[in-house]
């Protein structure tokens, strides 16, 4: 990989981030897409002390960087903390362009690349790629399509979104159609994500115990584009041909799935998102050092767990960090097939999937 060049009008200096409590961050700027103006944005919470590791998080749909505690938790145990916005999420949305959007997952490429140079320029020589959800998607398909990379030396998935949450039918005959019309009309939208419950778990308006924005994270998910359902699809096939990973890798998900019409507290103990058996079987065939980890009672995003389970997950987390991150730095490894594993899978729901297909269809 070449070593990147700051686009011109990016910014080089970090200023105090929204977070404020040291967080700081800058905004990255690319070329023009397909909506124009794009840029992406690089939050940071350096640590007092001197070390040379370091972890860059990546988000999940419908969703930005907010976890504090999650970022304290990795300077508590000798890492510089890194996160992006991801064009088009949160700090780097533009008034111009439709939230979320994305026609293929490689157009992150171009933020994660700069990222991790800009992190290996701030003398860090180890870095975990750690992504939730969407983002666990993303950082896994980014590892298959960099081996041999010296930008990081390690990969934790918090609820990648392996597959669709769908039945059968759904899932190998509904989605392939959706995705080839995507190629064709990435504008057209459809009804998608999953569901308001799920935000309503986890806001402090609601009967969660989290703060955020609702702009940036709103409960009532605006439609998808055919683009976006494209662009996931695209990136589960590849996962589907080539699950090789030559750094350790952890996959985290929860227990169960939870499937609710209506509020209930079981919202909380379990992933209102994706299907785990769908994360436990694709887990299971990543060719690597692997570890998988199921967390009992965890929800969709782990670490927004209810307390002790919370803790229970940065105990796995941390635990699998202090043994495959010892040294002052990590190689990437001639592939090795063991597996740890306590097995689930996971995947983003869509809603009323069928009904929106027709309807395209007549058009």
């Known amino acids: ?53 370091a972890i860059l998080y990546v988000h999940g749909f419908n969703d930005y960087f907010f976890q504090k505690e999650l970022a304290k938790r990795y300077n508590k145990n000798g890492f510089h903390f890194y996160a992006l916005d991801l064009r088009k999420y949160g700090r780097s949305y533009l008034s111009h362009q439709k939230l979320n959007n994305v026609r293929s997952l490689l157009e992150y490429d171009e933020e994660i690349n700069m990222a991790l140079q800009i992190i290996k320029s701030e003398k860090n020589k180890e870095v ?53 019309l995507g190629r064709y009309f990435p504008n057209k939208t459809v009804s998608g994500g999953f569901s308001k419950l799920y935000g309503h778990s986890l806001h402090q308006d609601k009967y969660g115990e989290w703060e955020y924005s609702l702009a940036w994270k709103p409960h009532d998910i605006p439609k998808i584009n055919l683009g976006f359902i494209s662009a996931i699809h695209e990136a589960q096939e590849n996962l589907k041909n080539k699950l090789v990973v030559d750094v350790p890798i952890l996959v985290m998900h929860s227990d169960k799935s939870i499937y609710q019409n209506h509020w209930s507290e079981k919202l909380k103990e379990g992933d209102a998102v994706l299907n785990i058996d769908h994360i436990r079987h694709y887990a299971n065939k990543i060719k690597g050092n692997v570890t998988i980890c199921e967390i009992e009672n965890g929800m969709h995003d782990l670490i927004l767990s209810k307390k002790p389970i919370g803790e229970n997950v940065y105990k796995k987390m941390f635990e699998w960090v202090s043994i495959n991150f010892k040294s002052t730095q990590t190689t990437h490894n001639n592939i090795s097939y063991e597996k740890s594993s306590r097995n689930n899978t996971n995947t983003e729901h869509f809603q009323n999937f069928i009904g929106p297909l027709y309807d395209f269809c007549r058009i």
């Open 1 to 53: 990989m070449q070593d990147f060049k700051f686009i011109e009008n990016t910014a080089t200096t970090y200023v105090t981030d929204i977070l404020d409590d040291r967080f700081e961050s800058i905004t990255l700027c690319f070329p023009d897409d397909y909506e124009g103006e794009v840029v992406a944005t690089l939050i940071r919470r350096k640590l007092d002390t001197m070390s040379n590791k």
């Open 128 to 180: 975990i790629l750690m992504g939730h959800s969407t983002g666990g998607l993303i950082v896994t398909n980014y590892a298959v399509n960099h081996l041999n990379s010296t930008l990081f030396h390690g990969v934790l998935c918090n609820s990648p979104f392996y597959e669709f949450n769908l039945n059968d039918f759904e899932r190998k005959m509904g989605i392939p159609i959706l995705s080839f």
